[in-house]
């Protein structure tokens, strides 16, 4: 480019920054980052708002508004993708008194929270183990009329069923999923089976470990532990090897070879912790 006489724009240069911070050479971001303010071009909104996020994934807040600071001073208005990266940034250093300073901000200048901003709170509120607030946020979201993900229904999910929280309202939510026509994804289903085991209800686990199988899908990530454990104090401890044969025989070898490691692994732990003079 250089060679032919042509500058490289805004957009290259942004490209090259984000391209140096994913490979973690954050000096050589900078640097450029500078010289585009020294030489020019000069730094746009995504421009800075890549440094901001980076400086909140590394948990440096201050400098994140430092950076936010003086992208305002060189005229340069923040979006709302700036704005949710200085909200995630908060609530991960767990400053949720910044968050709600950042959420007025952004109504005062203008500038309204979209999908993700709401998906990011609610993940958020999710994460630090507050359903009620993650459900307060989700009720606003769809108040606004912005139409929710399947990102955020399973982290709904996830915000009911983690600990001793609501398991209604977390079967509420996958059936509101389902009434708004939003199909689940793999993680959708990982979560609400562990859900069930949670909540020592292994019966329906079984029933949507067969559906998401028959709908093609691999092997849920889900305490098997609890799962087989709960079925062997229902009279039932054979129940992954059944399982295993089960999709075995409707030709899912691979999803069928996980059932049946499982199993092996719960024979091998009963054998172990039978008394040897038995």
Known sequence: MLEKGMDPDVVVHNTMIEGLLRGQRRPEAVKMFELMKAKGPPP???????????????G???????????????KCQPDVATYTCLLVGYGNAKQMDRVTAVLEEMTQKGCPPDARTYNALIK????????????RIYKKMIKKGLEPTIHTYNMMMKSYFVGDSNYAMGCAVWEEMHQRGICPDVNSYTVFINGHIRHG????????????????MKAPQIDYNKFAADFSKAGKPDILFELAQKVKFAGKLDVSNVFYQ??????????????SDW
């Not at 746009?44 to 590394?58: A, E, P, S």
């Not at 958020?124 to 459900?135: E, F, G, I």
């Not at 079984?206 to 199988?213: A, F, N, R």
């Open 44 to 58: 746009n909104v995504w421009t800075y708002t890549m440094l901001i996020r980076d400086h909140c994934k590394q």
């Open 60 to 74: 440096k807040m201050d400098m994140a508004m430092e950076c936010f600071e003086e992208m305002q001073e060189a």
């Open 124 to 135: 958020l509120l999710t994460n630090r183990n507050m359903p009620d607030d993650a459900a």
């Open 201 to 216: 209800r292994p019966e329906e686990a079984y029933k949507y470990i067969e559906e998401m199988i028959n709908k093609g």
């Open 262 to 275: 499982w199993a092996d692994r719960m024979k091998s732990r009963v054998k172990r912790n039978v008394p």
